[in-house]
């Protein structure tokens, strides 16, 4: 694995995030100091499965970081660019230095593989909650989100 930059093999946060949004049942959130791709809505149980950086800090340079998986895990440490993840390395994440680490193909391989990992692992009512009309689970979304919100003021008080 492993691209080199040049026509065709060109990858940013612009490209990998429309990727990843157009993945089934993706959400964007603002956090950490970056864009977390989340499958399924974190208020019916959905898991987080790719992280972009967009301002860099005093840790070590980073574009994403993603779950890889306990198997492909160690064989992607093996790729020059690609480190443990801050804070979640234990879960299996990776993170990658730069955008030319991987060929496009390679990119969309890896957060689709992120994505199934994580998909596959949410608790049967979340992915129940998945299959459900659209309009049936925003409603259910939205009621959830009001029932946190209610749940939040009263432990401010």
């Known amino acids: 694995m492993g691209g080199t930059p040049g026509k065709g093999n060109r990858m940013d946060l612009d490209r990998i995030r429309a990727y990843l949004l157009s993945l089934p049942h993706v959400l964007e959130t603002a956090q950490f100091g970056g864009l977390v791709f989340w499958v399924g809505d974190k208020a019916i149980g959905g898991k987080m499965f790719a992280w ?88 259910l979304i939205a009621d959830r989100k009001k029932l946190m919100a209610a749940r939040a003021a009263i432990k401010k008080t």
């Open 52 to 139: 972009m950086r967009l301002e860099q800090n005093d840790s070590r340079t980073r574009v994403i970081s993603y779950a890889a998986g306990q198997e492909h895990y160690a064989e992607l440490l093996e790729t020059d660019g690609i480190f443990p993840a801050p804070y979640v390395a234990r879960i299996f994440w990776v993170a990658v230095e730069r955008w030319n680490v991987f060929r496009t193909s390679e990119w969309e391989q890896e957060l689709r593989a992120a994505h199934n990992l994580t998909l596959n692992k949410l608790p049967p009512r979340t992915r129940a909650v998945l299959a459900m009309p659209a309009t049936q689970q925003k409603r």
